[in-house]
């Protein structure tokens, strides 16, 4: 079951990517994860492996690569956009591998394609960004 009733933060402050920490329980570890768009918008995502990740509707995602202490990096931000989910499955597992992902980060509240475009816009503006400011 897919939910659409969370509610992300807007701040201009803090890390650009964060742990949603929504559980105690040790089976939720690491389940969610904020990530920062250019707006400071904070936008919520599922977390799966690449291997584990469910067929998906319509959604934002981010493949990521996590390294063994931890830290993520952001690979590639994109949307699914065919109605089949398996079809937007078999998509983001054959660009995740090509492109060395281990994790998928999918974002299921942008409900329209036109938030879907917003949202993707506004996260790859804020890590081109950020990668830019880290290479100078």
Known sequence: ????????????WGPADEPALVCAEAGFAQ????????SGHRYLHSVYSLIGCPALPQANYI????HED???TPIAFGET???????NLAHLRHK????????VHIHLLAETAVDRARVE????????????????
């Open 1 to 12: 079951m897919w939910m659409r009733n969370a509610i992300a933060e807007t701040a201009p």
């Open 31 to 38: 389940a969610f994860h904020y990530w920062r768009g250019a």
């Open 63 to 66: 493949l990521v690569r996590r």
């Open 70 to 72: 931890g830290t993520r």
């Open 81 to 87: 956009k065919d109605d089949a989910i398996s079809l």
């Open 96 to 103: 995740g591998a090509k492109l060395g992902a281990n994790e």
């Open 121 to 136: 816009n506004d996260l790859t503006a804020a890590h081109c960004e950020r990668d830019a400011a880290q290479a100078a």
